[in-house]
T-cell receptor, first 114, second 113 residues
């Protein structure tokens, strides 16, 4: 499967726990984007990363959220001390790069906070 | 004013008809424009992208871009029930040039047999 991979596909957490979402880009892609889709809302950009660098985090909430894309391994979106409002679908997209690079989405992680 | 605006619909067309989906954007510096299709509970799937003014055709799909009017559209010819989905217009945020996409709220298309 050469597509964008995300895991887990479904994640249930209780309030106050940590959520870790993983994304492996398509083969040959070095640019990763995270988006969030709240129920009945549109897709919102969160963060753009290249290997070992955060390029644009203008869409990330100021607290509790962090992202990384290490030299080896998948990109990680980490949400600390989750609250019910964090329940959403989190999508990762990858592109080969460049401002015009088309982005291909993974299947998403559905996060439910109890 | 929203950065990317779409009519939420639903847009209902009979099978075999042409479906026309519209999108306007506010950032004149935007360079790249994308249409994604999203089925309920699934992830967005890239349908078309367009960078230059004019029309771009791919099978039953035609994307149209008019930068002067800040308008982009998607035409679906010979619509099929399987085309029933939400169509998302996305615009590359031109001023930052990072590749960040700004999405519209999406238009729900219903193709009736």
């Amino acid at each position: 499967n050469a597509g964008v991979m995300q895991n887990p596909r479904h994640l249930v957490r209780r309030r106050g726990q940590e959520a870790r979402l993983r994304c492996s880009p398509m083969k040959g892609h070095s640019h990763v984007y995270w988006y969030r889709q709240l129920p009945e809302e549109g897709l919102k950009f969160m963060v753009y990363l290249q290997k070992e660098n955060i390029i644009d985090e203008s869409g990330m909430p100021k607290e509790r959220f962090s992202a990384e894309f290490p030299k080896e391994g998948p990109s990680i979106l980490r949400i600390q001390q989750v609250v019910r409002g964090d329940s959403a679908a989190y999508f990762c997209a990858s592109s080969p790069g460049g401002a015009k690079g088309t982005q291909y989405f993974g299947p998403g992680t559905r996060l439910t906070v109890l | 004013q929203k950065e990317v605006e779409q009519n939420s619909g639903p847009l209902s067309v009979p099978e075999g008809a042409i479906a026309s989906l519209n999108c306007t954007y506010s950032d004149r510096g935007s360079q790249s424009f994308f249409w994604y299709r999203q089925y309920s509970g699934k992830s967005p799937e890239l349908i078309m992208f367009i960078y230059s003014n004019g029309d771009k055709e791919d099978g039953r799909f035609t994307a149209q871009l008019n930068k002067a009017s800040q308008y982009v559209s998607l035409l679906i010819r010979d619509s099929q029930p399987s085309d029933s989905a939400t169509y998302l217009c996305a615009v590359n945020h031109g001023s930052s040039n990072t590749g960040k996409l700004i999405f519209g709220q999406g238009t729900t298309l219903q193709v009736k047999p």
